[in-house]
């Protein structure tokens, strides 16, 4: 297990390494910079903040100076704000971190009980609308889903007016973020537990007389989480990651929010931190999940 970790871990560290590079020159590729588009600069005041930053050297040059701040856990400060960019990052995250909190626990509930109920249900008017609904949500994007659900109940109906303003800034957005992976996760689950319920340990407990609520959830549920254990890690930091274009929406100001503005800002210093910390997490929670898998399941050998 041990040696596992370590592995992952060095790989972990050359992908994050990777990314660095790939977004540090391919943002630095596009013609323009931060202070470009800013009005009634002097050359002299241009050149200065080209300075400060590290605008006036080689990219190469710039890359390494950035990596050698980094490793000494220096963001920089934001080329707009002149803010402190770990600390934009830690209080812009606690908003996205709360909503997709919230979301992911109803993807993942609504997914294990209706893929459950359409598994039991094979081939009657439950699985197939809960399969229906599954494959329509799964088709729909997330900010399609909150353009539309924020038609619906503010427009239409009128209802968000009367929210507070935690609810406005819960509800819809959980709902749109958690509806992808709800209807992924349903139909892993059905797949999955379809295929713990014809195995023979199965049959042999309800020819033994086991309860069938017994077998549901001590014989099948188990197992048939294996693989949805494996998607719940990468949905977490996919959730957090895709809140960019729904924060937009619902006009929460949170860290997809941020980022946003730092791409339309070409805010390089901004830029380079949002998606250093996204690409940390991401790699972070696939991490977890591998370990995770062999907790539930001894069996799983980690290589």
């Known amino acids: ?16 390494f990777i990314v660095c590079l790939i977004t540090f020159f391919t943002m630095n590729a596009i013609p323009g910079g931060p202070f470009s588009g800013e009005k009634a600069k002097s ?40 803010r402190n960019i770990s600390d934009t990052i830690g209080s812009k995250f ?15 509930f609504l997914g294990v009980v209706f893929g459950s109920i359409a598994a039991l249900t ?34 239409k109906l009128g209802l968000v007016q009367a929210w507070s303003a935690e609810k406005q800034n819960l509800i819809l957005p959980v709902l749109s973020l958690a509806a992808y992976p ?30 069938q609520i017994k077998v549901l959830f001590l014989h099948t549920l188990r197992n048939a989480l294996i693989p949805v254990v494996t998607y719940v890690g990468p949905m ?12 937009q929406i619902f006009t929460i100001g949170g860290l997809g929010a941020e980022f946003v503005t730092s791409i339309t800002n070409r805010d390089y210093p901004m830029i380079m931190g ?30």
């Open 122 to 155: 094979r081939n009657h008017l439950p699985d197939r609308v809960i399969i229906f609904l599954s494959t329509l949500f799964t088709s729909l994007p997330s900010f399609v889903l909150g353009s539309f659900l924020l038609v619906i109940f503010s427009v």
């Open 274 to 303: 949002v998606t250093i910390f996204l690409a940390v997490f991401m790699v972070t929670m696939n991490l977890i999940t591998d370990i995770v898998y062999k907790l539930i399941d001894p069996r799983i050998n980690l290589a």
């Open 1 to 16: 297990m041990l040696k596992y970790v370590v592995k992952r871990i060095i790989l972990a560290l050359i992908t994050i």
């Open 43 to 82: 050359p002299e005041v241009q050149a200065v903040l080209e300075r400060r930053f590290n605008l006036d050297k080689p990219v190469g040059t710039q890359f390494f100076l950035y990596m050698g701040n980094l490793l000494k856990g220096d963001f920089g400060i934001s080329a707009k704000t002149g």
């Open 94 to 108: 606690s908003v996205s971190a709360r909503m997709g909190f919230f979301a992911v626990l109803l993807a993942i």
């Open 236 to 247: 977490i930091a996919s959730v957090l990651t895709g809140s960019l274009v729904v924060e």
């Open 182 to 211: 709800a209807a992924y996760i349903t139909r892993l689950t059905k797949t999955s537990m379809l295929d713990v319920l014809g195995q023979d340990y199965v049959r042999t407990a309800r020819a033994k007389g086991v309860a």
